[in-house]
Each structure stands twice: as C-alpha cells, then as structure tokens.
C-alpha cells in the first residue's frame, strides 16, 4: 500500500521495520473496519472519528491508513482531520511563556478546534478549509486541506480528543467512534527520540523536547483521556 514508510507533513520522517508496519497494517483494519460499520449502523451522510493517543504513539500513520482502507477496501469517502492544525502560533506562545511546552494540553486553541468539530459534523458547507501543522516548519498552516461535503467519514486524530479535562471533554460526545492507541512509556521514548533524530537535532535537544515536553504529555494523555469506544494496544 502507498503509505508503507512514507513520512508526512504532521508527524514528522518516520521509517519503520516491516513487522512494525505489518503491526500497524492490522490496527489500521480493525479501525476501518469499525469505522465503516459504525457508519452503517448509523445510517447518516457523515460520521467523525476519533483516533486519539500520546505523542509517538502512532495514532497519525494508523489515521492516515484508516482513511485509505475506507476508500479502497470499503468504498466510502474518507478523510483525515489531524487536530495538530490548533497549536498556537509560537509568537503566541512566547506571549504567554508557553513556547518552551509546545504541544502541551494548554497551548492548542480547543475552542477553535471544538467549534470546527461541530462545523464539520453539520456538512452545511460545500467544502471546509482547516488547517494543517507542519512539523518541518513548526507552523500551522491555515486552509492546507479541503474537507468535501460528500466525504462520509471524517477520521480526526490528535493527542487530547478524548481529554476529561475542560473544555476539552465536550469534544467526545461530538464523536460517533472513540479510538484510543495504547503505547507503553519505553516505546514511546524510542520513537520519539527517532522523530527528532530525523529532523537533525543534537542529543542534547533531543533529551531535552522528550524528557521535558513529549513524554510528560503522553504520560499525562494515558492517565487523563476518557474511556474509548475502542482501544487498541500499538507498542513494541
């Protein structure tokens, strides 16, 4: 399949062994497959899905495969959301002394996002706008991708859409499927430090963004985000 290690634009270079990829092909199908039935169970022009989990957990390539067995295995018009489009702007972030936690639970518009959510729930539009975060760059850009009325499945992916906290909890029950990916705290380091790795950071940066920043959010993820419809284990 086309997306076997490739890299992409949210998520950053990622090259993987092939039992990991075989791994992920499975998830990727058991997510599909769910997706699709819960579509038909609900008989509606459209369904969101949401596919959430820690940084490094795998949650954006599973995503991106989800969307590509809907369409080809399935027959439905599918999509990708990733909700990384809603970081802050990092002129924003030194204003508020957050640019050193970026991707933090508190330096992403929720708002913005909730309201987009409900936008594209409605299908009111002839097409949507929303904007996509590129990590290369570590912007978002706005109105990178156009989101179809006639898409039916919408697969949203990103690392609190199923957080309790507020007001990011009134995001779940706008979901008609709940995923989340389960990563164990060590494989979640590895890839990680191979994330940065890839985009030629020193050590020492590298220690740093994933000691300081993306492991104490993934650990805050796993033990602060509400019970999925569906969890699925994607480690080592």
């Not at 270079?13 to 990991?20: G, N």
């Not at 994330?195 to 590298?206: A, E, H, P």
Request: with cysteine.
């Amino acid at each position: 399949m086309g997306w076997r290690k490739r890299s992409h634009v949210s998520g950053g270079p990622d090259i993987m062994s092939d039992e990991t990829l075989n791994r992920l092909e499975a998830t990727a199908k058991t997510i599909a497959k769910a997706s699709a039935e819960r579509f038909a169970t609900l008989d509606r022009s459209r369904i969101l899905v949401a596919i959430a989990g820690a940084p490094g957990s795998g949650k954006s390539t599973l995503a991106e495969q989800a969307v590509e067995l809907l369409q080809t295995q399935h027959g439905r018009r599918a999509a990708i959301f990733p909700m990384d489009g809603y970081h802050y702007d990092d002129a924003v972030l030194e204003d508020i002394g957050r640019r050193p936690f970026k991707g933090a639970i508190d330096t992403f518009d929720a708002h913005g996002l909730r309201h987009m959510l409900a936008r594209l729930k409605a299908n009111e539009d002839d097409a949507i706008a929303v904007p996509v975060f590129d990590r290369s760059i570590e912007i978002a850009r706005a109105g990178a991708r156009l989101i179809a009325q006639s898409t039916e499945i919408i697969v949203c992916e990103g690392n609190y859409l199923l957080a309790k906290q507020a007001p990011w909890n009134l995001m779940k029950p706008i979901f008609d499927l709940t995923v989340f990916i389960d990563v164990d705290v060590e494989t979640l380091r590895h890839r990680l430090e191979a994330r940065w790795r890839g985009f030629g950071l020193s050590q020492q940066d590298i220690a740093r963004k994933v000691e300081e920043n993306d492991l104490p959010n993934g650990i805050f993820i796993m033990s602060n985000s509400a019970e999925p419809d569906l969890r699925l284990n994607n480690g080592a």
